[in-house]
């Protein structure tokens, strides 16, 4: 008897330990999947007051940056398919050149600003660190600990694949949380959106910086003016990375506000890797792509065109390829065809103007009256050369309206920056004129201005002339064309902050609307409060 209690009790403690244990777990799961805020210095590093924030597991956050592509004007019929043709690489002659040569690109962006009617994308203000992967790849069941400053490194030592998947888990926990992270989508002003990796064209095109610099500063192998690579980079090199991977966001950001886009990770981006030739990209599709060199590179060989080819597979690997200088960022946006079947309609009445011969509606161009009559053609060999006659033509059309747009607004650009010049040689000569009275007055060597009046008015003749040229070739285009181009150029140098050149720019819409009622020097000059005389009076 004695035997049997002891065993029911041995029973009853064994069930007992049982109970506590479980109960132990139940209060140790909400301490491990705990979701407390992180400190902004680990998702927010540089303290930039124009991030935006996309929420992820464990408490956790990733900066983002908006990057502006292009502007759509809402009354043109082509503005659902307006991008901005670029041009990505560098000249690279015989060193790299079948890697980096020179090639144009088309970009736009999915999401757009209702607002301001501009396109844009976002894109990770810097490099996903260590703590944001373990969150995203083991969170929410798995959170980190604590936060570390040796969490914020970039996370390195990965795949392609793994970069994909990382996008992949932040997407399905962002689609499981749906009732809160949709107003977040939203808020980020991308409705039904979606991370994954940046392409190559979006990378270089933030990389160089976007829309907030001008054609030219973009066309630079470098995006900084001021400094050195130092202040900007971590590279191979005893006072910089030291061959390590180093802290997120402790250099100088670009002019879009990314930080280590240069060194530091070398970034995995989406597409496989293709080489370039002198033109355009090469046929054969290879590895995959990473951009912007690494903490392992030399300080020379880093530049906005840096690009590498990696295998997905490699057999020293034993399988995925993985390198420890490798790392990503992530780019949120949304489909291109929204849910809204009405936007089609625009699209393909978008697709039919990039496609105008003449003026008149689409079935009187003469491609559509073409393709109508070889409709009518019953030798299907003439009717095979005909219709790929008409392909060859819509492409050409295509390319010609768009050199055409593009010709338009690069000549108002042109037409602005002569009118500031003007502006400022006629006031220069008015100051100089003041000047050469004073002297003439007080008798203090008023020869000195003579040789300056006259070389400066010689420069105001030229320049001046040159601008009426300027306004009398854009009075001969369509009101139309000029007016959408003249908005476009006027948006792009508000994207850069460049308010006194959109000023000029309004100046030269008003030169060419006096102009076609008048056709003189008064009208064109109508900023001038005076034109300048050959007289020092």
Known sequence: MPDLLQKIQST??????????????????????????????????????????????????????????????????????????????????????????????YISGTLNDPTTNERYYLLGAYEVTQGQYDAVMKGPDTCPKRMSRKMNVPITNVSWYDAVDFTRKLNTWIYQNADTMMRVLTQLGADNGFVRLPTEIEWEFATRGGSAVSTAERNEPLFFREGTIDDYAWYNGATSSGGKPKLIGKKKPNPVGLYDVYGNAEEIVLEPFRMTRSDRL?????????????????????????????????????????????????????ANIPRDVSYVDRLETAYEETQRQVEGEAEDQPLQQMADAARLIENDELRAKIEALQYQLEAEFSRRNELKARNIRVTVLNGGLQAMEVFLSARTIKHLKIAYKEAKASNVNPQFYVPRIRAELAHYNLISNAYFETVETLADYDADDLSLQADVAKRELAQRGDDDMKHYVGQLETSISKFKSARNMQNVLHFLDQIPTATTN
Not at 32 to 60: F, H
Not at 300 to 327: C, H, K, V, Y
């Open 12 to 105: 009853l403690w064994l069930f007992l330990k049982v109970l506590l244990g479980l109960a132990a777990m139940a209060f140790m799961v909400p301490m491990a999947v705990a979701q407390q805020d992180w400190d902004p210095k680990y998702y927010n590093p540089a303290d930039d007051p124009n991030v935006l924030l996309l929420p992820i597991p464990c408490g956790g956050k990733i900066a983002l940056k908006r990057v502006v592509t292009v502007s759509e004007d809402t009354n043109s019929t082509i503005g659902p398919l307006a991008d901005q043709r670029i041009v990505l690489g560098r000249n690279a002659d015989r060193t790299r050149g079948y890697i980096e040569e020179n090639h144009p690109e």
């Open 282 to 334: 090469h046929g054969a599709i290879g590895g995959f792509s990473v951009r912007g060199g690494s903490f392992l590179d030399s300080p020379d060989l880093i530049n906005s065109a840096r690009r590498d080819e990696r295998p997905f597979f490699d057999t020293q690997a034993g399988g995925e390829f993985r390198r420890r200088t490798m790392g990503f960022r992530i780019m949120v946006g949304t």
